[in-house]
């Protein structure tokens, strides 16, 4: 247990909302997730934006907001011992590796992944279960400037169609903000070791960050039954994604079916990249269909690898990455792949102009398959 975690113990109970309070708050959750997939709706027809790669509605309500910041170049480096780590410049005198030598090295990590993925065992069980840690970083400070890593976990339940009478169900935790690497934590000592930050948003409880997690939730999902992914106005259930083609190529067709089905007009390629990343960090598929997404990525034009990437858990993997650039503003989404078991790691959307990062989310797969446990709060 670090000092953070002790004085999180150390601080006095919150009293839990009341009940009127609570409905209140999931009313304003509710509104806050419609007008967002309004606006995203209307954002991808209108640009074709990349969208958060693999994050379930209730989460991408809640960053969408805290994730509006403006957070220092600096923040490019490590998130809470992981991160992705840039790679170093080329010395004078090195050439330029060539084009085909870059698709070679992209490539070579997704074809292993696939190679992998090809080898996997299908598995059954009650609930499809996902669970996944979601990290926003946010600078604060009286005295001196640092950044806190906003967290959240969540658990996404889906039960086989043979469970009768059983509901798609979320779970959600705040486990508390914590300074973001070991520098901040030498910041927030010198600043007083704060327990709580203001984010600016008028003085409510819910513009009050705690070092403190909160109390854990499991409520419905209102979706279409059996729906696993959420793909703009399209949703598949367990049935249709067990049904995905298992040919890289077939696999692309049916996708860019999606696309005409959910009315955007995102470019293929960044349509390809964003679906692909929800099926591995969210979908059960057939060891052949997660084969045929891998050679998909793989056959995707401007993408680029790094090594030796470790995600927030500290997992070492190799980043697959497509940046997107319009009026001056950078896009980058990100997919962490382990090649040696073709898990997916990590997923990191990153958006910034020339004053800095306007936004950044990490979302860590903990871990995904099926279970026979019943859902609980996590």
Avoid: C
Avoid at 83 to 104: C, F, I, K, M, N
Avoid at 166 to 187: I, Y
Avoid at 314 to 329: C, D, L, P, Y
Wanted: aromatic share 2%; proline share 7%.
């Amino acid at each position: 247990m670090d000092e953070l975690e002790r004085v999180g113990e150390l601080l006095p109970e919150r009293p839990e909302p009341a009940p009127e309070a609570v409905a209140q708050a999931r009313a304003r959750l509710m509104n806050a997730v419609r007008h967002d997939h309004a606006v995203r709706g209307a954002n991808a027809r209108r640009a074709g934006r990349l969208g958060v790669l693999g994050l379930g509605a209730a989460t991408v309500a809640a960053v969408a907001v805290a994730a509006l910041i403006l957070v220092p170049p600096a923040l490019s480096g490590s998130l809470l011992g992981g991160g992705l780590q840039e790679q170093p410049a080329a010395t004078a005198g090195t050439p330029a590796p060539s084009r085909d030598s870059e698709a070679s090295d992209t490539r070579q990590p997704l074809l292993a992944a696939a190679q992998a993925a090809r080898g996997g065992v299908t598995s059954t069980g009650l609930f499809w279960r996902v669970r996944s840690q979601t990290v926003v970083p946010l600078t604060v400070g009286t005295t001196r400037r640092y950044t806190i890593a906003r967290r959240w976990l969540e658990e996404t339940w889906t039960p086989a169609e043979r469970v009768q009478g059983a509901h798609s169900l979320v779970g959600m935790r705040n486990l508390g903000a914590k300074p973001l690497t070991a520098q901040d934590e030498d910041a927030w000592r010198r600043d007083g070791k704060p327990t709580t930050w203001e984010t600016g948003d008028g003085g409510t409880r819910d513009s009050t960050v705690s070092i403190r997690p909160g109390a854990a939730t499991l409520e419905p999902v209102t979706a279409r039954r059996g729906a696993v992914l959420q793909i703009g106005e399209v949703s598949l259930t367990l049935t249709e994604l067990q049904g995905l083609p298992a040919d890289s190529h077939a696999l692309r067709t049916r996708l860019l079916d999606l696309r005409r089905q959910a009315d955007v007009e995102t470019s293929p390629e960044d349509w390809l990249f964003s679906v692909a990343g929800q099926l591995l960090a969210r979908a059960p598929l057939a060891p052949g269909v997660r084969a045929a997404t891998f050679e998909l990525l793989a056959d995707l034009p401007s993408v680029a690898s790094r090594r030796g990437v470790r995600d927030q858990l500290g997992r070492e993997g190799v980043a697959i990455e497509r940046t997107r650039r319009e009026k001056g503003v950078s896009s980058t989404a990100v997919l962490l792949i382990d090649p040696d078991s073709g898990q997916l790691l990590e997923t990191r959307t990153t958006t910034e102009n020339d004053k800095g990062i306007l936004k950044d989310v990490m979302v860590v797969i903990v871990s995904a398959g099926w279970t026979n446990t019943r859902p609980a709060p996590p």
